[in-house]
C-alpha cells in the first residue's frame, strides 16, 4: 500500500514539485521546439545553397565532358571510353548509350529539387546542340548503365563501381542523360561530394537528440532537488498545522528555505504559541471561575435552609441544583475535554474491542466490525472517552450499536449506527452544544456529544451525525491516519 502511494505520489501532478517538472520540461521542449525549428530552417537554406554551388560546378565538368567527345570523331569515342575504363575510371562514370536508359528516382526533397534544377539549368546554358537534357537520382542497387538489363552490380569494379559507391552509406548517383541525336546519348553518372552524399536532411540527428535528452535530464534532476528543498519547508508547516490543536506546547519550526517561507513558518510559529496562551488563559480562568462558584452556592444553600417558607425554600433549593449542575457539567466538560496527555500509538481495534466487551456482559449490545489493524498517534485517553461516550448513547437509546472500523492512506473512518429513534434533521447540530438536550430523562447533562467533537477535532478530525433510512442515528468519525 505504502509503494502504491508513493507511485500515485510521483505522477500526481497536484503536488507542487510534480507540477515545476511538467512546467520545466513543457518549456524545455516548447524552447527547443523553436531553437531546434530556427536550426532546422537555417541550416536547410545552407544546404540548399551549398548543393547549388556544388551541383553547379559539377554540371560544368559534364558540360566540358559532353563538349569533348563532341568534338571527337565517331569512331574515337568508344575507344577514349575503353582507355579510362581499363585506367580505373575518373571522377564520373561515362558511357555513350543507344537509347535512354531508365532511372528508377528516389523520393523526392528539397535539396534533390535544387540539385537537378542547378544541373539542368547550367547544361542547358553551356549546351546549345543538344536534343535534350535529363537529370535525376538513382539507388546505387537500382541504378542501370550502358543498357536497361545491365545494373551497376554486374559490371567490373575497375568500371564504375568504387566510382559510383560509398559503403556502407550507399548515396543516391546522380544521373544525367543527355540526347545529342537520335539513337545517341551522352551517360553520365557521379556521387555527390561531401557532405551532399544524403539528400535528406534530418529535423534532429542522433548527437543533437542526445544532448537534447541528457540536458533535459540534468535540467529536470536539479530543478527535483531544488524543488524538494523549498518544498520540505511547505510539508513541515502543514503537519505542524495539522498536529497543532494535538499537542501540549507548540513545537516552533525551523526557518528554512526560500524568504517566503521563512516569513511564513515564523508567523505561523507566532501563532502557535498566541493560540496556546490564548487556550490556556481561557481554560484558567474558566477553572477557575467554576471552582469560585461552588463556594457562593454552598452559602447560598446553607441561607435557603433558614427560610421559614417551605415554599419558598423548596424553589430556591431547585434553582441551587440546576446552577450547581450547570457547574459541574462545566467542570466536567473541561476535564473531559482535556487534551494535555502525550501522543502514544493508540490500536483502535482493541480500545473498542474492550469497550464493547463491557457492554455485551450479560447480552450482546455492541456489534464491533473490522477486518484489519487499525492504529492512530493521538491521545488514549481522550480517544477511549470519545468513543465509550458514543457506545454509551447508542445502547442507551438504540438498544444496540453497529461499529464499522476502516481506513486509507489518508484517513481512518469509525461508524457508530443504532436502531433508536433518530434526530431530527433541524437539531443534528444542535446536539452539539453545551447543555441541548433532546431527551426527557435526567441522566445526563446534554454535554456528551460536544464533548465528543472537542476531542475529535482536537485531534484533527471531523464527526458528522445522519439519520438511517432505516431508522436510527449514524455517527461519522474520521481522523487522520498518521500512524
Known amino acids: 500500500m505504502l509503494s502504491k502511494f508513493k507511485i500515485l505520489h510521483v505522477f500526481n501532478p497536484n503536488f507542487l514539485v510534480n507540477r515545476t517538472l511538467l512546467l520545466t520540461l513543457a518549456a524545455v521542449i516548447c524552447a527547443q ?35 569533348f567527345f563532341q568534338s571527337l570523331p565517331v569512331r ?76 551497376l552490380s554486374d559490371l567490373p569494379k575497375s568500371w564504375a563501381y568504387q566510382t559510383l559507391t560509398l559503403e556502407p552509406l550507399n548515396p543516391p548517383v546522380l544521373v544525367v542523360q543527355i ?49 524538494r528543498k523549498q ?9 505542524a498545522a495539522n498536529e497543532m490543536s494535538m499537542v501540549d506546547e507548540p513545537k516552533l519550526l525551523v526557518e528554512e528555505g526560500a524568504e517566503e517561507v521563512v516569513i511564513a513558518t515564523r508567523a505561523f510559529n507566532r501563532m502557535q504559541l498566541r493560540i496556546r496562551r490564548y487556550i490556556s488563559d481561557r481554560e484558567q480562568l474558566f477553572s477557575s471561575i467554576s471552582h469560585d462558584l461552588k463556594t457562593p452556592i454552598t452559602r447560598l444553600r446553607l441561607r435557603a435552609e433558614l427560610l421559614d417558607d417551605d ?28 487534551l494535555h496527555e502525550n501522543d502514544a500509538p493508540i490500536d483502535l481495534v482493541s480500545e473498542i474491542q474492550s469497550i464493547a466487551d463491557a457492554y455485551n456482559i450479560d447480552a450482546q449490545r455492541v456489534f464491533f466490525y473490522c477486518d484489519t489493524e487499525v492504529s492512530i498517534i493521538g491521545k488514549p485517553l481522550a480517544i477511549r472517552r470519545a468513543c465509550a461516550n458514543l457506545i454509551e448513547n447508542g445502547v442507551k437509546y438504540g438498544e444496540h450499536v453497529d461499529i464499522l472500523l476502516g481506513k ?21 447540530e444542535s446536539v452539539f452544544e453545551p447543555y441541548y438536550r433532546i431527551a426527557k430523562d435526567d441522566s445526563g447533562h446534554g454535554l456528551g456529544l460536544g464533548i465528543c467533537r472537542s476531542i475529535i477535532h482536537g485531534h484533527g478530525g471531523s464527526i458528522e451525525l445522519s439519520n438511517l433510512e432505516s431508522g436510527g442515528l449514524k455517527v461519522m468519525i474520521k481522523l487522520p491516519n498518521m500512524s
Not at 231 to 239: F, G, K, W
Request: hydrophobic share 40%; proline share 4%.
Open 33 to 67: 521546439g523553436i531553437v531546434m525549428t530556427v536550426m532546422y530552417r537555417d541550416a536547410k537554406l545552407q544546404q540548399v545553397e551549398g548543393i547549388q554551388s556544388v551541383s553547379s560546378n559539377m554540371a560544368g565538368m559534364f558540360a566540358s565532358t559532353v563538349t
Open 311 to 338: 415554599t419558598k425554600r423548596t424553589k430556591f433549593n431547585h434553582d441551587l441544583d440546576d446552577l450547581e449542575m450547570m457547574v459541574k457539567g462545566a467542570l466536567q466538560c473541561l476535564r473531559d475535554t482535556d
Open 408 to 428: 486509507d492512506e489518508d484517513w481512518v473512518y469509525l461508524s457508530f449506527a443504532d436502531k433508536g429513534p433518530g434526530i431530527e434533521n433541524s437539531k443534528l
Open 179 to 227: 540526347e545529342l541525336k537520335p539513337d545517341e546519348w551522352i551517360y553520365i553518372a557521379s556521387l555527390l561530394p561531401s557532405p551532399y552524399i544524403n539528400l535528406n536532411i534530418p529535423f534532429i540527428n542522433k548527437e543533437q537528440l542526445f544532448s537534447l535528452i541528457m540536458s533535459t535530464i540534468l535540467l529536470l534532476m536539479l530543478t527535483f532537488f531544488l524543488m
Open 76 to 151: 574515337y569515342r568508344h575507344i577514349i571510353l575503353d582507355q579510362v575504363r581499363n585506367m580505373g575510371g575518373t571522377r564520373f562514370f561515362v558511357s555513350i548509350n543507344k537509347e535512354k536508359l531508365i532511372v528508377e528516382p528516389v523520393p523526392d526533397s528539397s535539396l534533390k529539387r535544387a540539385s537537378v534544377h542547378t544541373v539542368k539549368d547550367v547544361l542547358k546554358h553551356k549546351l546549345n546542340n543538344v536534343q535534350s537534357i535529363h537529370v535525376d537520382f538513382s539507388k546505387p542497387e537500382r541504378l542501370r548503365l550502358i543498357k536497361n538489363d545491365i545494373f
Open 231 to 239: 518544498v520540505r519547508p511547505l510539508n513541515n508547516l502543514a503537519r
